[in-house]
């Protein structure tokens, strides 16, 4: 619910290796453990689709640089695999947006393969039955991060 926050994976400063795939579920009560990530995962981005449903987008996932999408059940935490994304890449953004009563999602910047600063967007139409994610505008310019 809208109350409630979703944490995934991560880093574990006390551990080695330290990615983790354990997930909690935060609210005004406390935090709660939730079921584990199938893989462990960093540096990722998750948009929410509806009420039910999330996106987890590429990031660190066993320790690779990755491509890989996961669907997220919300109310079970149940997870999926989803359609990979075009360009490996983590510390990204990413958002949702409407447009003439379409949701769509958007993936943009972070760090490439090549440990190379990524200037790429990927846009997903989440309303087809069978959504593919196209390349969208390359930023021509330089993208500082902070």
């Known amino acids: 619910n809208r109350h409630q926050t979703l944490i995934i994976g991560g880093f574990n400063s ?5 990615r ?17 990530f199938p893989v462990t995962i960093s540096n990722s981005c998750v948009i929410k689709i509806n ?3 999330a996106l987890v ?9 990755s491509t890989s999408t996961w669907y997220v059940d919300l109310p ?12 490996r890449r983590y510390g990204h953004g990413c958002a949702t947006f409407h447009l003439g009563g379409k ?9 490439s ?20 994610w196209t390349e969208g505008m390359q930023e021509k310019a330089t993208i500082v991060y902070l």
């Open 57 to 65: 987008i590429a990031g660190v996932q066993d320790g690779m640089y």
């Open 113 to 132: 393969y090549d440990d190379g600063k990524e200037s790429s967007t990927e846009i997903i139409d989440l309303d087809q039955n069978s959504p593919t």
């Open 76 to 87: 079970s935490l149940q997870f999926t695999p989803g359609l990979s994304i075009k360009t």
């Open 103 to 111: 949701v769509f999602g958007v993936v943009a910047g972070g760090l």
């Open 14 to 18: 006390s551990s080695y290796p330290n």
């Open 51 to 53: 009420s039910t449903c």
């Open 20 to 36: 983790m795939k354990s997930t909690e579920v935060i609210s005004s009560i406390g935090a709660e453990k939730g079921k584990d």
